[in-house]
Every structure is written in structure tokens, then in C-alpha cells.
């Protein structure tokens, strides 16, 4: 058998096998793709062995495919710099200017409008803090005096002046919860 091919190495077989690579083509690539080549053929008046034609057809496809597997990389690259670009990047603070702005710089009325703002605010904050801190004054002014109890301190609190030792402490009056002034 062996002897039978390396006697066959010499001749072309392509008359044999032409049709086999024929239907290959057909197979892999459609009949519409072979009957295109077919047509390419009978205008120009050129035959070609089948298994070159197949061999051009793959490395074409190959070609192409790689043509498509390195615009999507590009695509995905593209789509991770513009997400990227879309974080939040932490910039390095500038200080502030040295010179101040003047009061008529701008639009004009909208900065004085803003600075008179800023005025009333401030005088509303402090206004609402004193009345807060005025609250529990009047309140315990206007409760009677019968409604103030009285809180007795226990007769002896204990201190803790060391680890070990625990001294008691003798009050020597009770207090009232409430003052009237």
C-alpha cells in the first residue's frame, strides 16, 4: 500500500479529486457561493482546481473574521474610555484668589441681592437661637408652683475614691426641681 502511494506521489490526481473538492466548496460555502465562482469562471474562460479555490475561500473567511474579532476590541476599548472618562476623577484643590470680589461685579443687583440674603439669614438664624434658648424659661414661668416637685437627694450617696474604698457622702438639704424668679 505504501508502495502504491509513493508510486501515485508523482501524478496529479486533481482530475480525480476536483469533483471531491467541489462538493466540499459547496458544502462549507453554499451553493449560492459556488455558483458565483462558476459564473466567474465561464466569463472570464478560467478554470481553477477546486481545492485552491477552497483554500482561498478559508483563508478569506479567516481574513475576515479577524477583520471583525479586532473591531469589536477596538469597540470594547472605546466603550471602557468613555466610561472611564464618565468617573468621577479626583482633581488636586485650587485655593481660592487673593483678591476679593467687589459688591458691584456681575449682573449687578443679583450680587447685592445675594450679600443682603446672606444678612437676613444670618440675623434669622440668631433670632430663632435666642428663642429657642427662651423656651424652657417661659415655660417653667408659667407653670403654678404647686406643679414644681420637689426632689428629695437620697440621705447618703456613695463615692467611689479608689478600687477599694467607698466613701458616703451626706447632703445636708433637698432641692427644688424648679425656681421662681
Known amino acids: 500500500m505504501f508502495s502504491d502511494f509513493m508510486a501515485l506521489q508523482g501524478r496529479d490526481l486533481s482530475p480525480v479529486t ?10 462549507k460555502f453554499g451553493p449560492e457561493s459556488m455558483n458565483l465562482v462558476l459564473e466567474r ?8 482546481k477546486w481545492h ?7 483563508r478569506e473567511q479567516e481574513e475576515v473574521q479577524k477583520k471583525c474579532v479586532d473591531r469589536l476590541k477596538q469597540l470594547y476599548k472605546e466603550a471602557d474610555m468613555q466610561k472611564q472618562s464618565r468617573q468621577t476623577q479626583m482633581c488636586t484643590k485650587v485655593p481660592p484668589s487673593s483678591k476679593r470680589k467687589s459688591i458691584h461685579s456681575g449682573a449687578g443687583s443679583s450680587s447685592q441681592f445675594n450679600h443682603i440674603k446672606g444678612r437676613l439669614m444670618k440675623k434669622s438664624r440668631i433670632e430663632f437661637a435666642k428663642s429657642e ?9 408659667q407653670l403654678p408652683a404647686k406643679f414644681c416637685a420637689q426632689r428629695t437627694v437620697p440621705s447618703t450617696i456613695p463615692i467611689q ?5 467607698v466613701s458616703l457622702l451626706q447632703p445636708s438639704s433637698t432641692r427644688l426641681m424648679c425656681t421662681k424668679k
Open 133 to 141: 434658648a427662651q423656651m424652657p424659661k417661659n415655660n417653667m414661668r
Open 18 to 27: 476536483n469533483e471531491l473538492w467541489r462538493q466540499f466548496y459547496s458544502r
Open 41 to 48: 469562471m465561464k466569463k472570464k474562460r478560467v478554470s481553477f
Open 161 to 165: 475614691k479608689s478600687a477599694s474604698s
Open 52 to 58: 485552491l479555490l477552497y483554500q482561498a475561500k478559508v
